[in-house]
């Protein structure tokens, strides 16, 4: 009797679990794993556009806590040129389901002198979403947290592997799309903004046309432009450029490659 008590127990629980995560997942239609993408990077020095480094972008398929998932990441290099003016070396990680239901993240960053490094570690269990939020200080202090919501939260990688799924047909110039937005610290409330079509020129050689979107934070009640993105108007929706408003000033990066791009490439202007 105690044992069918048990079992009853962790069947509800596992149920419940499902419950909250399935109405965070979202149908993956833009990648698969194996996608790499390449890019130049690009700072803004006293008005000068100087070639500072290199960005990629990839995902994998691997397991979390031993359940299928991708693992995205972003990562940025200046180059020994640029480390004159300014050291950056970013490393952003984040783990999501199949069904893009954010599981884990984590920015490590070297920006000037500052070394800092954000996590947070989704659970999902009785209608609510659980974070715990970890944080290496540049001074070498650990801050923790730990929140609960009864909303799908995510933090802007994982937001933006989500993103690049979303169906913009429909949306006019200024539509918009709040979400709560998690760090090391907080749950914020965070911004898509989509500001119309473009044709993008990337480091490839190759035009492309683009969705152009703007990613903001709100910061004491205003909205403040963190990094603005053109992805390619077809399924991929591809990053061919981002622009990234940075403490220290601006940069830019420009697509220079890609392979294992799930489906056919139909942005390409001739």
């Not at 397991?63 to 940025?76: D, E, F, V, W």
């Not at 989704?122 to 979403?129: D, L």
């Not at 609960?148 to 006019?172: E, H, I």
């Not at 000033?249 to 490439?265: E, H, I, Q």
Request: charged share 25%.
């Amino acid at each position: 009797m105690r044992k069918r008590i048990t079992l009853f127990i962790l069947a509800f629980t596992l149920i419940a679990t499902g419950r909250v995560q399935g109405q965070c997942t979202f149908l993956n239609t833009a990648f698969d794993g194996g996608e790499y993408l390449a890019y130049n990077l690009y700072y803004n020095w006293k008005f000068v556009w100087v070639k500072a480094g290199t960005a990629s972008m990839s995902i994998v398929n691997t397991t979390y806590k031993g359940q299928p998932a991708y693992r995205g990441s972003l990562i940025t290099r200046g180059s020994e040129r640029a480390d004159e003016f300014f050291v950056m070396r970013d490393t952003l990680l984040a783990y999501c389901s199949n069904q893009l239901v954010p599981l884990y993240y984590r920015k490590g960053a070297r920006e000037g002198k500052r070394y800092y490094v954000d996590e947070v570690f989704y659970s999902y269990s009785s209608g609510k979403t659980i974070l715990n939020q970890h944080a290496l200080t540049s001074k070498g202090e650990h801050k923790r947290h730990r929140q609960t919501s009864d909303k799908c939260v995510y933090d802007m990688l994982n937001m933006f592997l989500r993103a690049r799924s979303f169906n913009p047909a429909g949306w006019q110039k200024g539509h918009r799309l709040e979400f709560p937005l998690a760090d090391a610290d907080n749950i914020d409330t965070a911004c898509l903004r989509y500001n119309g079509k473009t044709n993008i020129k990337a480091d490839n050689g190759k035009r492309y046309r683009c969705l152009e979107l703007s990613y903001l934070e709100n910061e004491d009640g205003k909205w403040k432009e963190i990094v603005r993105f053109y992805v390619t108007d077809d399924q991929n929706h591809i990053p061919i450029r981002l622009d990234m408003f940075l403490r220290f000033g601006s940069a830019k990066a420009f697509l220079t490659g890609m392979k294992g791009v799930k489906n056919k490439v139909e942005a390409e202007v001739k």
